[in-house]
């Protein structure tokens, strides 16, 4: 199975404050990976799939970039409501499989 | 608008089964995959396999083979989930999410259903 490994797994920040989160695929997985928000106590939300391209009604201060086994997720200015745990997932080799996640708290 | 509703929370002994739903609207049901993903309390993300809502034919990851039963009921746009000889370890929320277009995977969410195991 393809591994995803995510960096950081938690990080503080402040509220207008540029945020990186990256995922490394433990094989090439060209541009299959979507990136989900999930708040506490809810269902994860899509927010980037095929690497780059922004779900329909999310923020454009959410970016996503990479192809192969690199990727970044990008919060251009952190607002309050951006406090969540992300997730990466890879769709491009049999089982799907989620990075660990990453927990955003905000400052 | 897209909906997917799960049925309410669970508790069940060791043992006893489950049947978990996710009720489809506002698309056509045949059109879109459908997953089961798992979240063990305090932990990530898990996929545990799919659904073809056209044929029926379910496909289980490694790990959720045996005990757990993907179907449907298509004249009512519903997805189950079947849980059998429930353990301790089952206890987590689970989520139904349906696969989009254009690579879109896991576009839209269930709101999950806890199914809790204990005597």
């Known amino acids: 199975a393809t591994q995803m490994t995510q960096s950081p797994s938690s990080l503080s920040a402040s509220v207008g404050d540029r945020v990186t989160i990256t995922c490394r695929a433990s094989?090439?997985?060209?541009?299959?990976l979507g990136w989900y928000q999930q708040r506490p106590g809810k269902a994860p939300k899509l927010l980037i799939y095929?690497?780059?391209s922004l779900q329909s009604g999310v923020p454009s201060r959410f970016s996503g970039s990479g192809f192969g086994t690199d990727f970044t997720l990008t919060i251009s200015s952190l607002q309050p409501e951006d406090f969540a745990t992300y997730y990466c997932?890879?769709?491009?080799?049999?089982?799907?499989?989620f990075g660990q996640g990453t927990k955003v708290d905000i400052k | 608008q897209v909906q997917l509703v799960q049925s309410g929370s669970e508790l069940k002994k060791p043992g006893a089964s489950v049947k978990v739903s996710c009720k489809t609207s506002?698309?056509?049901?045949?059109?879109?995959?459908m997953n089961w993903v798992r979240q063990a309390p305090g932990q990530g993300l898990e996929w545990m396999g799919w659904?073809?809502?056209?044929?029926?034919?379910?496909t289980y990851v490694q790990g959720f083979t045996g005990r757990f039963v993907f179907s449907l009921d298509t004249s009512v746009t519903t997805a189950y989930l079947q849980i059998s000889s429930l353990k301790a370890e089952d206890t987590a929320v689970y989520y139904c999410?349906?696969?989009?277009?254009?690579?879109?995977?896991?576009?839209?969410w269930g709101q999950g259903t806890l199914v809790t195991v204990s005597s």
């Open positions: 999410a349906r696969d989009g277009k254009a690579g879109a995977i896991f576009d839209y």
């Open positions: 506002g698309y056509t049901f045949t059109n879109n995959a």
């Open positions: 659904i073809n809502t056209n044929t029926g034919n379910p």
């Open positions: 094989q090439g997985i060209r541009n299959d």
């Open positions: 095929a690497a780059s």
């Open positions: 997932l890879q769709d491009n080799n049999y089982p799907r499989t």
